[in-house]
């Protein structure tokens, strides 16, 4: 099947479906400038004292704060950079639910794209870089004080220390928020996976819970759950969502 083929068989999905679920991952917000972590220019491939994955686990937020705050701040808040914006993808999927399409996205970045571009009902299995709480008081603080703090970020009610609410390796993903992606996937007659390799788990099993015939995989790269799909699009995620919605409003 040519590309235009793909996108015109998956336009057509798309026109016959109202329960529309989306699951995305790092793919979704790199061409919104954010870097994800297994590219060529990830941030797997970055040189650090330590690997990437060490320094955002628990055990390292716990025994070096102030080197995971410096990391935290440079490449997850992207400090000294122009703020990303939604792209293409994060535009497109909040159009969908806004006309009744589309009724949940599930996403593994932790970026809050989806919903400054529009998404209302947005489960976030690794949390959020918007939301940070106090350890002892539960106060809680945006973004902009962890970013315009120094070393360790502490709370000014109580002077706890101030965690992100991100989940970190080696931490539990919320039951509540999994369980509902859970009950979205299931329910959806289509499903539709971007901008993700489907290798870190348990995120990645969810895709075992859809049981219908419209499993569509959008990614630049080929994934390990290709022959599962009903359709598969290696393109950008935003080229192609755009590209659908241009022929749905033709």
């Known amino acids: 099947m040519t590309e235009e083929e793909k996108i015109e068989k998956l336009t057509d999905l798309v026109r016959g479906s109202d329960n529309i679920v989306f699951f995305g991952g790092a793919g979704v917000s790199t061409e919104s ?47 000294g950079q122009p703020k990303p914006e939604p792209n293409m993808a994060h535009k497109i999927l909040a159009k969908w639910e806004k006309e009744g399409k589309l009724k949940a996205v599930i996403t593994q970045n932790i970026d ?14 690794h949390g959020s870089t918007l939301r940070n709480y106090c350890e002892n008081c539960h106060a809680f603080y945006d973004a902009d004080f962890i970013a315009n703090s120094e070393g360790i970020p502490t709370c000014t009610k109580c002077g706890g ?7 970190l390796y080696e931490e539990s993903l919320d039951m509540d928020t999994l369980e509902e992606a859970v009950r979205c996937i299931r329910d959806a007659d289509m499903l539709i996976i971007g901008g993700t390799s489907l290798v870190v788990y ?6 075992d819970y859809y049981s219908g015939h419209k499993l569509i995989l959008i990614n630049k790269s080929s994934t390990s759950r290709d022959a599962d799909a009903d359709l598969v699009i290696e393109d950008s995620i935003g080229k192609v969502l755009g590209e659908v919605d241009r022929r749905l409003d033709a």
Do not use: C, N, W
């Open 33 to 79: 400038g954010i870097p994800d972590f297994r590219s060529e220019d990830g941030l797997y491939h970055q040189k650090y004292k330590y690997p990437p994955e060490e320094m955002l686990s628990h055990t390292f937020y716990e025994q070096r704060p102030e080197e995971f705050f410096k990391f935290y701040r440079d490449k997850l808040l992207l400090k």
């Open 112 to 125: 809050g794209l989806h919903q400054k571009a529009g998404s209302k009902k947005v489960l976030e299995l």
């Open 161 to 167: 220390r101030v965690k992100p609410d991100v989940v």
């Open 202 to 207: 348990p995120a990645a099993g969810l895709i």
